[in-house]
């Protein structure tokens, strides 16, 4: 079983940055593919970024293309996603996943484990 818990979500004008952090607990993630998901009110979740085990291997919708970067620490169980030029469109609520699945994907359904999220809000 894996704990998962994001921090480091908060209000930033357009423009600016954010770096949200995904600790986790209960058994290493470092054989697990790890994903960043949003959802913003009465919108379905989307992906936004997702890492493979390795961390050779990253993928990244292609709104947040070129401005966010995800990253892990397998020794130390994290992962972040650093967001960059961030805007009002970002806006949402962001949640870490893990899947106990090596392959990396996109659907949410296809990851096992989840965190509480953490709001992220852009202003204009």
């Known amino acids: 079983q894996v704990q998962l818990q994001e921090s480091g979500g908060g209000l930033v004008q357009a423009g600016g940055s954010l770096r949200l952090s995904c600790a986790a607990s209960?058994?290493?993630?470092?054989?697990?593919?790890m994903g960043w998901f949003r959802q913003a009110p009465g919108k379905e979740r989307e992906f936004v970024a997702g890492?493979?085990?390795?961390?050779?291997?990253?993928d990244y919708a292609d709104s947040v293309k070129g401005r966010f970067t995800i990253s892990s620490h397998n020794a130390k169980n994290l992962v972040y996603l650093q967001m960059n030029s961030l805007k009002p469109e970002d806006t949402a609520v962001y949640y870490c996943?893990?899947?106990?699945?090596?392959?990396?994907?996109?659907?949410?359904?296809?990851?096992?484990?989840w965190g509480q999220g953490t709001q992220v809000t852009v202003s204009s």
């Open positions: 890492i493979s085990w390795s961390g050779v291997t990253t």
């Open positions: 209960g058994r290493t993630i470092s054989r697990n593919p």
């Open positions: 996943a893990a899947r106990d699945y090596n392959f990396l994907v996109r659907q949410p359904r296809d990851y096992n484990y």
